[in-house]
């Protein structure tokens, strides 16, 4: 029996998307394990592991697995290492042997391991709006903020496998928020799914304005989303404060790579009503004549679970 079927795994902050492949991309079965609050990383990997092989027995291909893609944050490409991720407990201040770990856990399966963004940027290079491009990047709005960079049709990993860590860039140079990571002003303090809260949060406690909000316990971007589509102004507001930030930002990586576009990929990208048009034209204003009005804002054309999973599963094509 031909090995014919890969698993594509990507690791958020909040949950972890798996899904078995063939080799056409169609993905035959998903599943979602919620995150665990936990240290130890072995706990984790061990319920990981149990999920793969629940599906695919589910999917029906038991012994036909060729391999094991992750898409992780502070994934290591050349490692296969999780190191230092400020959004997982059980890898926020060390670095986790995950590839060979995993691969252990689930009988000698072989593994592969990138960034949980590089991994978006190949599943939507290969099969989203960015198919056929060799310059884009791509942007995952989460819980934090990733990048992956496509250049000459070749993902960005640099020397140590880390390149792209552009959500740590910074946004905010006086008094800025502290970010996960433990510096002041990173992008991802402000235009993540928590950052977008966050920002809702400081300015119902700075002001007495009236805002559907005000009746929101734990306030989530979801919750800011909702208001939005109502109309309220503060919760508009919130958006248009991040596109800014956001779209800034977006001009010093053109600057960069002069890329053909950028994706916008990741459960705050769903709120593209409220955030495309500030954060265009922001990029615009803080661009060069030579960028000016050319670089594409583009939003992911997959299910935000495929996106990831595809990339991820992408890589297991090549063990």
Known sequence: MGKDYVVGIDIGGQSSKLGVVD???????QSVVKALNVTDADVVIKELAEAVIKLVAQAGKHGQIRGIGV????GNYYTGSIAFAPNLPWASKCSVEFAKKLSEAIGGIPVALTNDANAAAVGEMTYG???GMKHFIMITLGTGVGSGIVIDGKVVYGSDGFAGELGH???VRHNGRLCGCGKTGCLEAYCSAIGVARTAREWLEGSDEPSLLRDVQNITSKDVYDAA????KLAIRVFNFTGR?????LADFVQFSAPEAIVL????ARSKEFIYEPTLKAMNDNLLPLWKGKVKLLFSQLKESDAAILGASALAWEL
Not at 229 to 232: I, T, V
Not at 265 to 268: I, K, Q
């Open 169 to 171: 860039n910074c946004a």
């Open 245 to 249: 930030i956001l779209g800034e930002k």
């Open 265 to 268: 990929f990741g459960g705050l």
């Open 129 to 131: 709006v960015a198919k």
């Open 23 to 29: 080799a056409r991309g169609e993905v035959l079965a």
């Open 229 to 232: 589509k109502e109309g309220d």
């Open 71 to 74: 898409g992780a944050p502070n």
